[in-house]
């Protein structure tokens, strides 16, 4: 989690009385009573951690993707604007993309009934574009990169207003190309995209799963996961995956804070949370089924953080401390305990 968005959460200690009163409905459905937004934000951050979000057994709600779009500080994004990146056609990503779809969530029934590879593969292919328009900003004009940056941070702060038009910006296919970009989802890669840039890594593909099973449309679902990606985790999505090994190594420190004898007995096998937990810190614990339960558990990530994801892998070792101590399957490599 990057700064900015640590002070906006601790900021936010004040509860509004009158949002206490309403349910978690209303208030998403009337908003901030006396137009105490972090007064609410408040109340709504501890209705989630006390009482849930309510949905049905398959975790479907109508309330939790507006909910988790508000905790993340989503724009607001045309429809118009989503479809223009899709229009544009295969990414320089496209093929890696394609490479991990079809295994995303592939033996968790409730996703595969609900989700499938074609919108999955148009959220990453549109993702992978504005990481790659944005690369190239950079790379001709450092200086133009910051004040997009700028004019990006002050739209999104704004209600009515978000990225638009700049989703899209780089020149739109001719109509002619459109109704082509369209099937790109469900064909083969194109064989002239030029070779990835570096922005799309492997476990995106896990990170979008639960927005687009959560979500009523795929502009909701991509506005979300862009957001967490370059606003929440951005260390994720460079090409070394920067903030995901810090995280690991947050994993092996908490933990020997926490239990120091479980802490020395996987180090003394040579297991290192870089080799145990890389998937659940990569996607929030998203590799980890069931798929109801991982939705439960963003809700409390983007009520109080991605941060404290670090905290709940550790959680998930405490809890299964007996098998993994007594166990030779946990102890003889190269057979390695994983999470997910």
């Not at 790379?139 to 207003?161: E, K």
């Not at 941060?307 to 102890?331: D, F, G, T, W």
Request: net charge positive.
């Amino acid at each position: 989690m990057t700064a900015a968005t640590a002070t906006r959460r601790s900021a936010l200690s004040k509860r509004s009385l009158a949002a206490d009163a309403m349910s978690l409905d209303r208030l998403l459905r009337e908003g901030p009573p006396d137009g105490d937004v972090e007064g609410a934000l408040e109340s709504a951050r501890l209705k989630i951690l006390d009482q849930g979000i309510k949905s049905d057994s398959d975790g479907m709600s109508s309330l939790r993707i507006y909910v988790w779009l508000i905790l993340l500080n989503a724009p607001m994004l045309e429809t118009d604007a989503y479809l223009a990146l899709i229009h544009r056609g295969a990414s320089p990503a496209y093929s890696k993309i394609r490479n991990d779809t079809f295994r995303t969530l592939s033996t968790d029934p409730l996703f595969r009934r609900r989700v499938s590879e074609a919108s999955l593969i148009r959220l990453l292919n549109a993702f992978a574009w504005t990481l790659h328009d944005a690369r190239e900003v950079r790379t001709r004009d450092p200086s133009v990169a910051s004040s997009t940056r700028r004019s990006l941070d002050q739209s999104s702060s704004r209600p009515g207003t978000g990225y638009g038009s700049d989703y899209g910006s780089p020149a739109s296919s001719p109509a002619a190309k459109r109704a082509r970009a369209l099937t790109l989802t469900t064909e083969g890669s194109v064989a002239s995209v030029t070779a990835e840039p570096g922005t799309y890594v492997q476990g995106m593909n896990v990170l979008a799963a639960p927005f687009l099973y959560a979500a009523r449309s795929e502009a909701e679902a991509f506005v979300a996961f862009h957001q967490l990606l370059t606003k929440e985790c951005p260390g994720y999505i460079r090409g070394a995956m920067d903030g995901v090994h810090k995280g690991l190594a947050l994993v092996d420190k908490v933990l020997a804070i926490v239990d120091p004898k479980l802490s020395q007995h996987l180090l003394s096998k040579n297991l290192s949370a870089e080799i145990y937990a890389f998937p659940s810190v990569l996607t929030l614990c998203a590799c980890t089924p069931p798929l109801p339960e991982v939705l439960r558990l963003w809700d409390f990530l983007f009520a109080y953080g991605p941060h404290l994801n670090i905290l709940c892998i550790v959680a998930q070792l405490i809890m299964i401390r007996s098998k993994i101590m007594e166990s030779p399957r946990y102890v003889n490599p190269p057979v390695t305990f994983f999470l997910c």
